[in-house]
């Protein structure tokens, strides 16, 4: 499984996101798609979306935690990765 958060993205992308996902939500997508076919459909978007899009990706795989986190642009919210476990930062601590 894959689902995707963007704050944009451009016309072209989305209509080729059509092929393999659900737009339940603006700007939110959802896909069984494989995972043999995920990471391909993760790099063409990470490609092919400025940094205005602001996508953060979570696809699921079989090792621990259960899920990975792709993240590029500009987000509100800021990826770190912790002995191997990515974090998504909600409030930095002064």
Known sequence: MVVVVANHI??????????????PRANV????IKDSVAETVILYLIKSCPPSSGLIVFQK???APGFKIWGTGETN???TDIDGYQF???KRMS
Request: no cysteine; net charge positive; hydrophobic share 50%.
């Open 10 to 23: 451009p016309p072209a992308v989305r209509g080729r996101m059509k092929l393999w996902f659900l737009e």
């Open 29 to 32: 997508f959802v896909s069984g």
């Open 61 to 63: 795989i079989n090792k």
């Open 77 to 79: 919210k800021q990826l």
């Open 88 to 90: 998504i930062v909600e």
